[in-house]
């Protein structure tokens, strides 16, 4: 996987269409957890769905020691709240901070509409957890 891209509808069952084509590209990469890659992506994909409503390019880039995947949509960004312990939704962005090496969300550039969200999974800190089956990594 030197760099895959999958277009996605914005529709529900686009999350577990990119879960899958995430899971087949890192498929023979021992290094990632992916799991953990697969579980980031549903964050950040149901948060394209829910806030930006259009349609969505997901990429996984290799950046060698990393793997950095990337959701873009032609939305406005979200607005980030807090959710409460009863709200159903709201804690996507709570989770990638907490499982991802690095993460961010931006604009797109050139004065193109939407969001691109990322995150990044260091293959020297998700080699080991992917080998023990656990996180405590």
């Known amino acids: 996987m030197a760099g895959a891209e999958l277009r996605l509808d ?3 069952n686009s999350v577990p269409t990119a879960r899958r084509w995430l899971r087949e590209a890192l498929e023979f990469d021992g290094r990632v ?3 953990i890659a697969c579980l980031l992506l549903s964050e950040l ?4 769905l ?8 997901v990429c996984a880039i290799d950046n060698g020691d990393a ?12 607005a980030r ?4 312990l009863v709200d159903a939704t709201g ?6 901070s907490s ?3 690095a993460w961010g969300i931006e604009p797109n550039g050139d004065d193109t509409p939407g969001t691109t969200a990322w995150f990044e999974l260091n293959r020297l800190t998700h080699a080991t957890v992917a080998a023990r089956g656990d996180r405590s990594a």
């Open 10 to 12: 914005p529709v529900p």
């Open 33 to 35: 957890n992916v799991d």
């Open 45 to 48: 994909v149901t948060n394209a």
């Open 50 to 57: 829910l806030h930006a409503r259009t349609q969505l390019t």
């Open 67 to 78: 793997v950095r995947v990337v959701v873009i949509d032609s939305g406005d960004p979200p």
């Open 81 to 84: 709240g807090y959710a409460s």
């Open 91 to 96: 804690r996507g962005l709570d989770i990638v």
């Open 99 to 101: 499982l991802a090496d």
